[in-house]
């Protein structure tokens, strides 16, 4: 795992239409982590981008692997009941009811993740944890008293 001060990680955050004439992108920073393993999937957000998904409705995030790789991941709320995965070359985006989270968030800060299940064609369902990181509002919230 690497820290954020490791000069070994590559890391940008772009806003999806923020390109300038020169080709260079203008980057949002955002602090949206996500962790998968076999069919787990783990999306954790802090505060901050917490606000700009309820206002929003959308969060970017991307990797730059290399000069010519950059992998974008993108969370969005939707006016549905079920979840939904749009995957395309290099990139996804991961789709909650709006309702679901809206409820959710309503009762932080919380420990627990609203769990979600995405069903694939294969019949093996993709498990989804949505996370609100509630240690920088427990830290600012000590810094407070």
Same mark, same amino acid.
């Given at each position: 795992?690497y820290?954020?001060s490791?000069?070994?990680?590559?890391?940008?955050?772009?806003?999806?239409?923020?390109?300038?004439?020169?080709?260079?992108?203008?980057? =949002?920073?955002a602090?949206?982590? =996500? #962790? /998968?393993?076999? @069919? &787990?999937l783990?999306? *954790?957000?802090? %505060?901050?981008?917490?606000?700009?998904?309820? !206002? @929003?409705?959308?969060l970017?995030?991307?990797?730059?692997?290399?000069?010519?790789?950059? #992998? &974008?991941?993108?969370?969005?709320?939707?006016d549905?009941?079920?979840p939904r995965l749009?995957?395309?070359?290099? /990139?996804w985006?991961?789709? +909650?009811?709006?309702?679901?989270?809206e409820?959710? =968030?309503?009762?932080?800060?919380?420990?627990? !993740? +609203? %769990?979600? @299940? +995405?069903? !694939?064609?294969t019949?093996?369902?993709?498990a989804?944890?949505? %996370?609100?990181d509630? *240690?920088?509002?427990s830290?600012? %919230? #000590?810094a407070?008293?």
């Amino acid at each position: 795992m690497y820290r954020r001060s490791d000069p070994r990680l590559i890391r940008i955050k772009c806003a999806p239409a923020a390109m300038h004439d020169n080709g260079v992108r203008t980057c =949002v920073v955002a602090d949206m982590k =996500v #962790q /998968s393993a076999g @069919q &787990h999937l783990r999306v *954790r957000v802090d %505060e901050t981008d917490l606000a700009r998904l309820l !206002a @929003q409705g959308d969060l970017d995030d991307a990797t730059q692997f290399g000069p010519d790789t950059l #992998q &974008h991941r993108r969370l969005a709320l939707i006016d549905s009941d079920a979840p939904r995965l749009d995957y395309a070359a290099g /990139s996804w985006r991961l789709c +909650l009811p709006r309702d679901a989270v809206e409820r959710f =968030v309503t009762s932080r800060p919380r420990r627990d !993740a +609203l %769990e979600l @299940q +995405l069903w !694939a064609d294969t019949g093996t369902p993709l498990a989804v944890a949505f %996370e609100v990181d509630i *240690r920088r509002t427990s830290r600012s %919230e #000590q810094a407070r008293r």
